[in-house]
């Protein structure tokens, strides 16, 4: 299996402009309070309002990443004993800084006066779980969901050839009502593995003025996006491209931790929903892309997600599988792996009528054959035309609000954010895998 890091840190550019408390010797050194300051997203999600409802105590979060610093200023205490299914302990002895910027994002508590990096679920616990090699990443998931995760974060992918490795994880997670988050990709092409596995939420990134990030794959499995452009993070100081405590950088992996830390939120208030109840609460909250006119959105999804409406919206629970059951429909018809078209339309909700041409197929069977040409010819003619009439009347293009400046504003919700997709027909469609037999594959038991 070859796994891809899914955050491009950035370079001598983002240092020197103090951003970064570097230890590169044309970085000037910049203060603990400017990385908070730095973090952008805090004031998109307005963390006051959130955290007097929810900071994720009590909720689990599997990181399944490159390893976490567990001595990290923003960290400590935040750890729980993890797992390397090498047993070389490199849950804890991180090869990059990949995986300790994603917990910090999830449950950094940042350190001293308002100092360092906070992430979005502060009270949560990370459960910290080496990626691996040659396959063994749905071992970890079997691992997490065996020692009390319930969220699993993986921001990284693999190659289309290993998806089906996944879906037997995957389901085996689902069965015991956990959630797996992933990241969409950062080549612009679509989505892959593990985020394109059936029931796996999948996250794509957007930037501070909420619009998709070029590089963010995308395809019809894509669920939610997240910020995921500018992101400050902590860092090892070791190895990888981040040679200081503190690193900024690009990517759905960055998205994928913030939409992690958002489900535990809403796990914590809302203990006992399902995976696809929280996904559901996370979609039918999310802010809808302006100039949209079909939601799933095959760059967006449903939108960005707002962590204080998903935990403060009046939302029925719903069905068990939620918006987890179009994914894997839409999976169990699109197995070709090639990018698909830029909407998609939501599945039908269960017991609703959905509207026809008003044709039936007697009245057609009774039409002669010449008369049946050129009535499809008159309907293909009127599709046309109407479709291009929408087109015109709602353009796809992108039109972002104000965001307060990071130095200047505090933490809070932008202006009038862009009109929320208010309902999301899904329901669990035909070839949604129905609950299965725990799972017994060679890692039962959660043995290394």
Not at 117 to 131: D, N
Not at 319 to 332: E, S
């Amino acid at each position: 299996m070859t796994h891809s890091r899914i955050t491009r840190t950035l370079g001598t550019a983002a240092l020197t402009a103090g951003i970064l408390l570097g230890t590169l010797p044309t970085a000037p050194a910049a203060s603990a309070d400017q990385v908070r300051d730095g973090q952008w997203a805090n004031s998109y999600f307005g963390l006051d309002k959130v955290w007097s409802v929810s900071k994720g105590d009590g909720v689990t979060v599997a990181v399944i990443d490159t390893g976490v610093k567990a001595s990290h200023p923003d960290l400590t205490g935040s750890l729980l004993p993890g797992y390397d299914p090498g047993g070389q302990g490199r849950e804890i002895k991180p090869t990059s800084e990949h995986g300790t910027g994603m917990a910090s994002l999830i449950a950094g508590h940042g350190h001293g006066n308002g100092e360092g990096v906070v992430g979005l679920a502060p009270g949560a616990k990370i459960l910290p779980i080496f990626h691996g090699d040659g396959g063994s990443m749905p071992k970890g998931i079997k691992w997490a969901v065996d020692h009390g995760a319930k969220v699993i974060n993986i921001s990284e992918v693999t190659d289309a050839a290993e998806r089906d490795s996944f879906t037997e994880a995957v389901a085996y997670a689902l069965q015991h009502k956990v959630l797996i988050v992933a990241g969409a990709g950062n080549d612009g092409g679509p989505v892959l593995p593990p985020a394109s596995v059936p029931g796996v939420l999948a996250v794509g990134a957007v930037d501070k003025n909420r619009k998709v990030w070029p590089q963010s794959n995308s395809g019809p499995q894509l669920m939610l996006t997240a910020p995921g452009v500018d992101v400050v993070m902590a860092g090892t100081g070791g190895p990888g491209s981040c040679t200081s405590q503190y690193c900024m950088a690009d990517g759905t992996s960055d998205s994928t931790a913030y939409v992690s830390a958002a489900a535990a939120l809403v796990f914590a208030k809302y203990p006992d929903l399902t995976p696809g109840q929280v996904a559901n609460r996370l979609v039918k909250t999310a802010a809808a892309p302006a100039g949209v006119s079909q939601l799933p959105d095959s760059r967006y999804g449903y939108g960005v997600i707002r962590p204080y409406e998903a935990l403060t919206a009046n939302i029925p629970a719903g069905f068990a599988q939620g918006p987890l059951a179009a994914a894997a429909d839409t999976a169990a018809t699109d197995s070709t792996g090639q990018a698909p078209a830029d909407h998609r339309s939501p599945p039908a909700v269960q017991g609703v009528q959905q509207p026809s041409s008003g044709l039936s197929l007697p009245l057609i069977a009774g039409i002669g054959g010449g008369a049946v040409a050129l009535l499809i010819a008159v309907i293909v003619v009127a599709a046309v035309a109407s479709s291009r009439k929408r087109r015109r009347a709602q353009p796809l293009s992108y039109r972002p609000g104000p965001v307060p400046p990071p130095h200047t504003a505090p933490p809070g919700r932008p202006p009038a954010p862009p009109q929320q997709y208010a309902q999301q027909p899904y329901g669990p469609p035909p070839g949604y895998p129905q609950q299965q037999a725990p799972y017994q594959g060679p890692y039962q038991g959660g043995g290394r």
